[in-house]
């Protein structure tokens, strides 16, 4: 285990495996209704259950992953030895980090993201093969440390599970993506910015385009179609998506 304490301008990344599936849920409010995806071609599946008593973890909550992410990949970088898998930081660094607030209620909004990272069961056949399936939680376990002489908090400490783990190890595992990531304030938003990193990065001045189902399909998001359309033609029209530019293409179905 190693104590580190990331300065506020290392880079951000985001798992790329994590970042066009629907891993998370994209509402605020608790959700307990499972995630089912299965790819078109029936390679890919994704099944997310939620402890009823936390819910299920949120698009929000994934920004501790993208914390811890950064990290490791910050030790990478340093030719750091035995990088581990658990970590220790201050709850203070990673909320200022991530744009959170550092008061009081900002510790208690951890602890319950925390608390549904833990609970929130993923089955997937991501790198199992599409007759196989890997089920894990975002987190093996977390804990405040605390100082036996003062009392005192000296920090959280999160072991996170092997899945993501290797996946942020592993080579071209990781995307960077910007700091204005954090202040988007919608989940619909936000996963549209990571969809939006992980294909149109590479796509060349063309940019990346993909149908309004599929995107639906891919988002995970609650309620039907018609509403998941009406939201992302509004968040088309807003266009304040860091880095990219969106646009919709009408076709004679639509």
């Known amino acids: 285990m190693e104590f580190y304490i990331p300065s506020f301008d290392t880079p951000f990344c985001d798992q790329r495996e994590m970042m066009e599936r629907p891993f998370f849920s994209l509402a605020k409010k608790r959700r307990t209704k499972p995630i089912d995806y299965t790819s078109p071609d029936g390679k890919v599946t994704v099944f997310v259950t939620a402890n009823p008593e936390y819910g299920m973890a949120t698009i929000w909550d994934a920004d501790i992953l993208i914390y811890c992410a ?76 605390t100082d036996l002489v003062t009392g005192r908090s000296r920090g959280i400490q999160i072991t996170l599970s092997k899945w993501f783990y290797d996946g942020v190890m592993m080579n071209g595992g990781l995307l960077s993506i910007d700091t204005d990531y954090f202040d988007i304030n919608g989940g619909r938003e936000r996963w549209l910015y990571r969809v939006g990193r992980k294909h149109a990065g590479g796509a060349g001045p063309g940019g990346f385009a993909i149908s309004m189902p599929t995107l639906f399909e891919k988002s995970g998001a609650e309620g039907p179609y018609r509403r998941f359309k009406y939201e992302v033609l509004a968040i088309a029209r807003q266009n304040t998506l860091p880095g990219y530019v969106l646009d919709v293409e009408w076709t004679r179905r639509e």
Do not use: C
């Open 70 to 145: 950064s990290v490791l990949n910050s030790l990478k970088k340093r030719r750091a030895n035995n990088i581990p898998q658990t970590l220790s930081f201050s709850p203070y660094d990673m909320l200022k980090a991530i744009n959170r607030v550092t008061s009081g209620r900002g510790y208690e909004l951890l602890a319950g993201a925390l608390d549904r990272l833990q609970s929130t069961t993923v089955k997937t056949s991501i790198r199992s093969g599409s007759r196989h399936e890997t089920t894990f939680s975002w987190l093996d376990s977390w804990k405040t440390e």
